[in-house]
T-cell receptor, first 115, second 112 residues
Framework: DAGVIQSPRHEVTEMGQEVTLRCKPI?????LFWYRQTMMRGLELLIY????????DSGMPEDRFSAKMPNASFSTLKIQPSEPRDSAVYFC?????????????FGAGSRLTVL | GNSVTQMEGPVTLSEEAFLTINCTYT??????LFWYVQYPGEGLQLLLK?????DKGSNKGFEATYRKETTSFHLEKGSVQVSDSAVYFC???????????FGKGTTLSVSS
């Protein structure tokens, strides 16, 4: 299995531009999570999906952030317009919903720098 | 609400030293507890877990025991190696299909 695949691995953009981060979960995993990691705030949950349905988006910072999961094998996190304070590493993770102890498998992350 | 508190880092040790990273949690009921590890430039990987009180999770020489009475899940290793240098995250969750709540992470640096 290739694991959780995220793209791009690195993105540098200018303030005001739209950013789209992509995630392909492990096949058969029906829960998908987006986290953001910064030095100041650590690892924060942004949103998670079960069976492609958003369950909890209370961690999404503001309306500039949106996430979709159109099918079981693909999710996007979009920031429009981007701001310098959005600079962070964004992780996608997936798990089987019936995994008992809810073990998450993380992707390698997308490092976003907004200038 | 549910939360996880870890000791502040960085933790700097010499090779073969004993390691303890403290983790305490606040949660209702009986959460499942985890330690994840993040090596430089990589995503988090599960290190070990425990799902009920008094369970001991272990992997790669690391151990942690779920202590309900002290709401703790401290990570220990008897003899660290340079290759253990990484960031360690304590986390909890209440049920499958729900999100993990992470501590802020503790950076471990081991020198030879």
């Amino acid at each position: 299995d290739a694991g959780v695949i995220q793209s791009p691995r690195h993105e540098v953009t200018e303030m005001g531009q739209e950013v789209t981060l992509r995630c392909k979960p492990i096949s058969g995993h029906n829960s998908l999570f987006w986290y953001r990691q910064t030095m100041m705030r650590g690892l924060e949950l942004l949103i998670y999906f079960n069976n492609n349905v958003p369950i909890d988006d209370s961690g999404m910072p503001e309306d500039r952030f949106s996430a979709k999961m159109p099918n079981a094998s693909f999710s996007t996190l979009k920031i429009q317009p981007s701001e310098p304070r959005d600079s962070a590493v964004y992780f996608c993770a997936s798990s089987p919903q019936d995994s008992g102890a809810n073990v998450l498998t993380f992707g390698a992350g997308s490092r976003l720098t907004v200038l | 609400g549910n939360s996880v508190t870890q000791m502040e880092g960085p933790v700097t040790l010499s090779e073969e030293a004993f390691l303890t990273i403290n983790c305490t949690y606040t949660a209702t009921g009986y959460p499942s507890l985890f330690w994840y590890v993040q090596y430089p430039g990589e995503g988090l990987q599960l290190l070990l877990k425990a799902t009920k009180a008094d369970d001991k999770g272990s992997n790669k020489g690391f151990e942690a025991t779920y202590r309900k009475e002290t709401t703790s899940f401290h990570l220990e290793k008897g003899s660290v190696q340079v290759s253990d240098s990484a960031v360690y995250f304590c986390a909890l969750t209440h049920q499958a299909g729900t999100a993990l709540i992470f501590g802020k992470g503790t950076t471990l640096s081991v020198s030879s």
